[in-house]
């Protein structure tokens, strides 16, 4: 919601910049050396949860990330297998699952990101917070601006508990997650609604334009709502700006974007627990409900 | 330093300038003194030159236009002189003190019976003043306009040492500083922000002002609470002579400026008004959801003037205007308010005083609609309530005396949350106010000691005094809060207290030649919590407390002066060395926006810059301009910033060139040219990626470590003056202009972003705001 009124602010903002332009430039650019790349997750779901290694590369690579192979990962007890098919992604078993309120360590070990014939050693911790409990969900189809921008809101219905909360929103049509990359979630954080009942607030959407995010009679939407921390909530901040375009208006100085992995010559990336809830609705008629802006 | 060797020093220096010739002597001599105004319209000359003819003795007139000169009886030819005007001699016989008011007549009107004098004022070379930048409203009339509306902000971002933070932007650098670190006075009080429409036009309504004047260095004790510059903008007094109109319509906006005389060369007025006016067209619109939008702005001047007596005159003056951006989803509104109340006072011949009352509010408001439950309001605001005194004292010719003291009260409101919706889900969130006194007190001279050789000294004492009720956040070194104090309401708990030395020294080798020599340290209290390079309205405000210490600068800065073909040609060259301490950037990733903690985002360390500027101007009726080269390096250490290593300032650009040229081809036609470059903005740059949740992620090289392409641009205008008609009051004037006329895509952002079709595949895309920019105005005056 944050991101939408600010997506809308900056819309209406760079409605007045005359006739502002963009073209594909070639700039060259510097090498640095290599880092290891995490990106794990355990969740609230009972399901094989991953944990990738990858390693970094030039900037102007244009080609996937190679994997980091044959190394030993473990959360908390647990040792995670490589998968035989993909490289470099590692999996717990399929009936593991996390617990509100627990915290989970990683470690990776036999890894040689720098070369050098030692292997490094890597750790990360997460917890896993609890989630509000959730109500209801309606769906609201809206234009903005004379149709400058059309899309079908998802709006909740729940209670805010009374501690500090961050939530992460997915969308999900028939058992296909839309919001697959990181910049197309929707976080927020409870700091001026904390404790309040929620009446129906947008917090995911689907946009008409997008052809897989269109909304027919007989479609099934599902919400995810994660209860995630407080620094999962500010690496997808600094991710989403950072990997986002910037300007001088609204943008402060380019900076890399956290990592709660220590150990080894600087590794970057994530790993994450959260808890998980979903509520879904069938669609009878996508326009039911409208609001114009 | 030492404090009490410093102010003993400069006692026995006030004393000696006071009785430095011999009592006798003294008593002999006579005072000449006066006003100096613009014959056309009464309007006071800010800065005009008085000197005896043949002598080197001479003094000019203050920002009221007054001057006053101490010698002994005798016949004397006065000259009065000021740049763009017809210089005038006097003879008169000095037996008694003497009031002579001076109109001067602007050049270009034909010459009456008066005694001329042909040569040009040579200040460049004999004012004790450096790093100095004075520009008249007539010149600026003359640069061509982007979009058509002239604007003051724009053309000091073509003085040496001076460039704009961001196209468009009417924010400004200043010697490497940053942009809060300018004053902006209008009538004396400070003005928050100074931008319309995100920067793109300025807040000063050209019709409305006198006289510009720019201090980037070698500042005067008179001014203080910011470190790199200080802008001090008048505004006219109204014409107190004959009622008269102007105005304009352009592209963007339309003018119209009403001023003349209530009670004849006693009291006058002025009163002028600009507004954007394309969101009038907004309801002939076919769609419904636009046609209730607001998307404007507005400015206006009022002034009133009245001169009881020779010895008393009154103004009082205000500013207001607004922004707005209004649709259906959102509504943004912020716009800067000034009065000020000024009283001059004539103690005697020689004490000139200036007592003043100020206000200035900076407000801003954001909003959503109102009937949803996320609605919101957010409204933030930041208010000064001032005093002052400011007295001149003309012991002798060789003397000028300046002291006065001022005191702020400064309100500081970051911001208040409501939810406006009937079942909103906000609740009421309040980030806490500041309340801060500021004070200033300042006492200097400017002395000449032989007929080459003038010196200029001066001491402020500044403090700053924060205040209850708020309540002080105490960070550990990782910059949590770990515990807090509450101050009740009206409880100073935190005092800031610091000396400003202020040095100054010419000395001139003939009419021709002069080096030129300063020292300043100034301080500063207050400053924006701007982490981006532009801006927006909604940045705050912060003052310094237990957490933030203040700014300090220490600038040297040594320059020749040289004039050439009896003034016709302007040159010098200045360098200056600039450190900072306690300079302020804010962590990777800080956190601005309505954050109760903000101090825990700020960190602090030093900076030095240095630089040379080279300016050549050529003054002459038909072709007259600049051509100006700056050299800078600006340089930060600030906290773990960039692993605690130096980087370059945001502001850093070390090439700096620009060329201002205006042709009058005849009477009626006048062409204008003006071309900057700029080295590019510093930036950081990615140097290697990785892939999370499906994005590719950036890792960054060091701050600020490459830089966007080179910025240049050419601007164009022709001026058509309609032709004059000897029955008619009407004048009228086209301007059409080009702005960027060559079409450079300027650089405004470098972004790098993943191929829509190939995901693995990333691209350098740049994004640049202006091609080509053609606007014409209608100017007109009756």
Known sequence: ???????????????????????????????????????????????????????????????????????????????????????????????????????????????????????????????????????????VYQEFAGGIMKMWGLELFAQDPPEENYYLFKVHKNDTLLTDTIDEYVIQEDMTFNGNYVPGVMVQSLEKSKKDEVVRPGDVITLEANGITQEYYKYIIELTNEAGPSNPLFSGPRANVRTNISGGNGPVGFFRAYSITRLSLRVDDPYEKVKKW | MNLKVILTGLCLLMAYAGWSSHPDEQANKVTLSGHVRDQRNGEELIGANIYIKGKAIGTSSNVYGFYSISLEPGTYTMVFSYIGYVAREKDITLEQDLTLNMELQPREQELEEVVVTAEKPNQNVSRNQMSFEKLSVKQIRKLPAFMGEVDIIKSIQLMPGVHSISEGSSGYSVRGGSQDQNLVMLDEATVYNISHFMGFFSVFNNDAIQNVELYKGDIPARYGTRLSSVLDVRMKNGNSKEFRATGGIGNISSRLTLEGPIVKKKTSFILSGRRTYFDLFLPLLPEENIQDNSIFFYDLNAKINHRMNKNNRFFLSGYFGRDRFKNNFSDIGYGNRTLTFRWNHLFSEKIFANFTLLHSKYNYHLASPEEAAWSYRWDSHLMDNCLKADFTWYPNASNTVEFGASSCYHTYDPGLIKGTGEESIYSRFDLANNYALEHGLYISNEQEITAGLTLKYGLRLSAFQNMGKDTVFHYNDRYEVVDSTAHRSGEIYNTYMGLEPRLGIKYQFDRQNSMKASYSRTRQHVQLAQNTRAGTPLDLWFPAGPNVKPQIADQFALGYFRNLFTNKVELSLEGYYKKMQHTIDFKDHANMLLNPKLEGELRFGQSHSYGLELMARYKDEKINGWLSYTYSKTTRTVGAINDGNPYRAPFDRPHNLTLVANYQLTQRLALSANWVYTSGQPVTFPIGRYESEGKIVPVYSDRNAYRLPDYHRLDLSLTIHAKDKPDQKWEGEWNFSLYNAYGQKNTWAMNFVQDEQDPYKTVAEKTYLFSVVPSVTYNFKF
Request: glycine letters at 6%; a negative charge; aromatic letters at 8%.
């Open chain 1, 1 to 139: 919601m944050k991101k939408i009124t600010f997506r809308l602010i900056l819309a209406a903002a760079t409605a007045i910049l005359p006739g502002a332009c963009t073209e594909q430039v070639s700039v060259d650019l510097d090498s640095t050396y290599t880092r290891l790349v995490v990106d794990g997750q355990i969740t609230t779901d009972t399901t094989r949860h991953y944990v990738k290694l990858t390693q970094t590369m030039d900037y102007f690579s244009n080609q996937p990330a190679q994997p980091v192979t044959g190394a030993k990962v473990m959360i908390n007890d647990h040792r995670l297998r490589e998968n035989d098919t993909i490289p470099g992604l590692y999996q717990t078993d399929p009936d593991f699952f996390g617990v509100i309120g627990r915290t989970y360590h990683l470690s990776i070990d036999r890894v040689d990101i720098d070369a050098d014939g030692h292997s490094e050693h890597y750790q990360a911790t997460s917890r896993i917070n609890s989630i509000a409990r959730v109500d209801s969900l309606e769906l």
